[in-house]
């Protein structure tokens, strides 16, 4: 599996980023797709994740009614759109990959996901 992250950049607080996730190597209806992030000096943590079967969601509490993760099939691409954003959102985004085809609140942990993208950087200014 291969996975590769862009769209992130610098931006106002209070602007939006939609960050774009393709994936290769695998059909990936068996798989859960989640998002992370890691801030300097600080864990990488669980932002989102979508079963790409169903399209059921999971958002961390920091995140929820202000980003959306969402899939295309056709383009084997997962997107997270960004709203909303405060300077504490700040950090290094991650996709990753983990073939399972359903989703248990274990998924919010790293660990579990086993194929990650190179990570694209997120900067909100205040």
């Known amino acids: 599996v291969q996975l590769q992250a862009s769209g992130g950049g610098l931006v106002q607080a209070g602007g939006s980023l939609s960050l774009s996730c393709a994936a290769s190597?695998?059909?990936?209806?068996?798989?859960?797709m989640g998002w992370f992030r890691q801030a300097p000096g600080k864990e990488r943590e669980f932002v989102a994740a979508?079963?790409?079967?169903?399209?059921?969601?999971d958002y961390a509490d920091s995140v929820k009614g202000r980003f959306t993760i969402s899939r295309d099939s056709v383009k084997s691409t997962v997107y997270l759109q960004t709203n909303s954003l405060k300077p504490e959102d700040t950090a290094v985004y991650y996709c990753?990959?983990?073939?399972?085809?359903?989703?248990?609140?274990?998924?919010?942990?790293?660990?579990?996901?086993?194929?990650w993208g190179q990570g694209t950087q997120v900067t909100v200014s205040s």
């Open positions: 979508i079963v790409w079967s169903s399209g059921s969601t």
């Open positions: 990753a990959a983990e073939r399972i085809s359903y989703y248990s609140r274990r998924l919010r942990s790293d660990s579990e996901y086993d194929s």
């Open positions: 190597g695998r059909t990936f209806s068996s798989y859960v």
